[in-house]
C-alpha cells in the first residue's frame, strides 16, 4: 500500500503546485494529503479508485485552506515567483507556453480544478467527477467553460495553434504536461507521527 501511495506523489505534488502556484505551499498540502491518507487507511476500500481518492483528499485539503484563509483575512493572490510551465524549446513556432499559463492561473477556481485533472492529469471523466464530488455532467460543462475561457484569456483571436491545442483535449493535454513535476532543490518528506515509515526526500519518492 505504501508503494502505490509513494507511486501517486509527483502526481500530488504536480497538481498541488497548479493549485497553489507555490512551491512550499503546495509540497505543505502534499505533506498533509499523506498525513491524513495514512491516517484513514482503514477507510479506503480495497479495489477502488486509489488515486482518486489521494487526489480528493488533496483537493479537499486545498478548499479549507483557501476558505480558511479568505475567513481570516489573507490575500490569497497569484503568485508569479513559481512558473507553472516550463519554455517551449521552440517558441517561434509553437503556442507561448507563458500565455497558457498566464491564462490558467486567471480561471475560476472550479475551471481550473477541471482542466488540470483533464488535461494534466489524464484523468477521466468520471476520476474527475468523484475527486471533486460532482456529478459527471458538471464536470464536462466546468471543462467546456475552462476551455472557451483560455481562448477568451489568450487572445480575442486567437491564433492557429491556441485553436488546435484548445479544442484537442490531447493537445491541450500534452501542453499542460510542461508542468514540472519536482522543485529544483530537495525537499523532504516526513512520516506523520505514528508510523515507521522513514524520511525521504522528494527526488527519491519521485525518481
Keep these: 500500500m505504501y508503494q502505490s501511495i509513494e507511486a501517486e506523489i509527483p502526481r500530488l505534488r504536480r497538481y498541488a503546485r497548479a493549485l497553489a502556484r507555490d512551491v512550499a505551499a ?9 498525513a491524513r491518507a495514512l491516517g ?7 479495489g477502488t479508485d ?3 481518492w489521494l487526489f480528493t483528499i488533496l483537493h ?40 497558457l499559463e498566464r ?6 477556481e472550479e475551471q481550473r480544478a477541471v482542466i488540470l485533472l483533464v488535461g494534466l492529469e489524464g484523468m ?14 458538471t464536470v464536462r460543462s466546468r471543462l467546456s467553460r475552462g476551455r ?19 479544442a484537442d483535449p490531447a493537445a491541450l493535454r ?6 514540472p513535476a519536482r522543485a529544483a532543490n530537495s525537499e523532504r518528506y516526513y512520516a506523520p507521527r505514528g508510523t515507521e515509515e522513514p524520511a525521504r526526500t522528494a527526488d527519491t519518492l519521485v525518481n
Aim: glycine content about 6%.
Design 60 to 99: 479537499n485539503q486545498y478548499v479549507n485552506q483557501v476558505r480558511r484563509s479568505v475567513r481570516e483575512g489573507a490575500a490569497v493572490g497569484l503568485s508569479e515567483t513559481e512558473p507553472l510551465l516550463t519554455r517551449a524549446p521552440h517558441q517561434g513556432k509553437r503556442l507561448e507556453l507563458r500565455d
Design 174 to 179: 500534452r501542453a499542460l504536461q510542461r508542468f
Design 124 to 137: 477521466r471523466y468520471e476520476e474527475v467527477a468523484e475527486v471533486l464530488g460532482v456529478p459527471v455532467g
Design 148 to 166: 472557451d475561457a483560455l481562448r477568451r484569456l489568450m487572445g480575442v483571436v486567437p491564433d492557429r495553434q491556441a485553436e488546435i491545442i484548445m
Design 50 to 52: 486509489l488515486r482518486a
Design 26 to 34: 503546495a509540497d505543505d498540502l502534499v505533506q498533509d494529503c499523506l
Design 103 to 108: 491564462a490558467i492561473r486567471k480561471l475560476p
Design 40 to 46: 484513514k487507511l482503514h477507510l479506503w476500500q480495497d
